[in-house]
């Protein structure tokens, strides 16, 4: 499955965006996929997931209240709605797909299939 992430942009400290993950070639519905994101000089983080296994999701300390990741079936894609943006958040966005079990649900090396990724920028 092929993956192209969008919606990122330039905004302000407090705003909102909705990164959407795209999948062609495929379906999401037999993968866990998960949005990780990679500063200027940092190694890729896991953001969120939502689990194929047991349908629910799971999001890392730094974003979780802030950002939610879900599943539109009809569309074929995973969004992440994200709000109250932090200048923090400032990264390159990524969807993967995988089959990670729960326990790794945040490594990086469980997904197989990424999208290009998408930047975000959010300035204070």
């Known amino acids: 499955v092929q993956l192209q992430a969008s919606g990122g942009g330039v905004v302000q400290a407090g705003d909102s965006l909705r990164l959407s993950c795209a999948a062609s070639g495929g379906t999401f519905s037999t993968y866990t996929v998960a949005w990780f994101r990679q500063a200027p000089g940092k190694e890729r983080e896991f953001i969120a997931a939502?689990?194929?296994?047991?349908?629910?999701?799971y999001y890392d300390d730094a974003v979780k209240g802030r950002f939610t990741i879900s599943r539109d079936n009809t569309k074929n894609t995973v969004n992440l709605q994200m709000n109250s943006l932090k200048p923090e958040d400032t990264a390159v966005y990524y969807c993967?797909?995988?089959?990670?079990?729960?326990?790794?649900?945040?490594?990086?090396?469980?997904?197989?299939?990424w999208g290009q990724g998408t930047l975000v920028t959010v300035s204070s």
């Open positions: 939502t689990a194929v296994q047991n349908k629910r999701t």
């Open positions: 993967g797909v995988g089959r990670p079990i729960i326990s790794a649900i945040s490594r990086s090396d469980m997904y197989y299939s």
